[in-house]
T-cell receptor, first 111, second 113 residues
């Protein structure tokens, strides 16, 4: 069964702190995606990681992929309130455009 | 370039009715995927269409169906609605059949009473 385990499910952090969200997936895949979702909104693409060892950074967010460990991380540096949202990781479930999503991590950044 | 559009944005239906949701992909994109999002089950893949052909289907009952037109617009239909079908339905488009990135529409919020 294709599965994605994401943790933590909920993360409350103070502004200025650092933290990491973990995403483990169950099968070999060299494509891993990170999305952001604001309440009541759609999914916004953050990162597409296409190969082992891939690292991408955008502002205070940095994502990495270790295909051997089947692990991706999303690191938040010096969090700000605007980063409060739900973050999803997903991997490609086959030869078509089928994404298998994690449970999501609700991030609440407190002032 | 306009993004993915979905209509309607909100819908309230009664159990037993049927509903049709529409998705227009980004211009030039030929692949459309549909996802259901609920608090209990999270985001789940429904199906994907490319060039008017269904290429993959998720684990949903036959009450859920879809189609894609020659202009790449897609519709999904749910017949005999159940309370558990209340969800946010998202469609995503991509330019190629096995593309790396999908772009999501705003979603249709379906409430079944």
């Amino acid at each position: 069964e294709l599965k994605v385990e994401q943790n933590p499910l909920f993360l409350s952090m103070q502004e200025g702190k650092n933290y990491t969200i973990y995403c483990n997936y169950s099968t070999t895949s060299d494509r891993l995606y990170w999305y952001r979702q604001d309440p009541g909104k759609s999914l916004e693409s953050l990162f597409v990681l296409l190969s082992n060892g891939a690292v991408k950074q955008e502002g205070r967010l940095m994502a990495s992929l270790d295909t051997k460990a089947r692990l991706s991380t999303l690191h938040i540096t010096a969090a700000v309130h605007d980063l409060s949202a739900t973050y999803f990781c997903a991997f490609d479930g086959g030869a078509t455009n089928k994404l298998i999503f994690g449970t999501g991590t609700l991030l609440a950044v407190q002032p | 370039k306009a993004g993915v559009t979905q209509t309607p944005r909100y819908l309230i239906k009664t159990r037993g009715q049927q509903v049709t949701l529409s998705c227009s992909p980004i211009s030039g994109h030929r692949s459309v995927s549909w996802y259901q999002q609920t608090p209990g089950q999270g985001l789940q893949f429904l199906f994907e269409y490319f060039s008017e052909t269904q290429r993959n289907k998720g684990n949903f009952p036959g009450r859920f169906s879809g189609r894609q037109f020659s202009n790449s617009r897609s519709e999904m239909n749910v017949s005999t609605l159940e309370l558990g079908d209340s969800a946010l339905y998202l469609c995503a488009s991509s330019s190629l059949p096995n593309n790396r990135e999908q772009y999501f529409g705003p979603g249709t919020r379906l409430t079944v009473t």
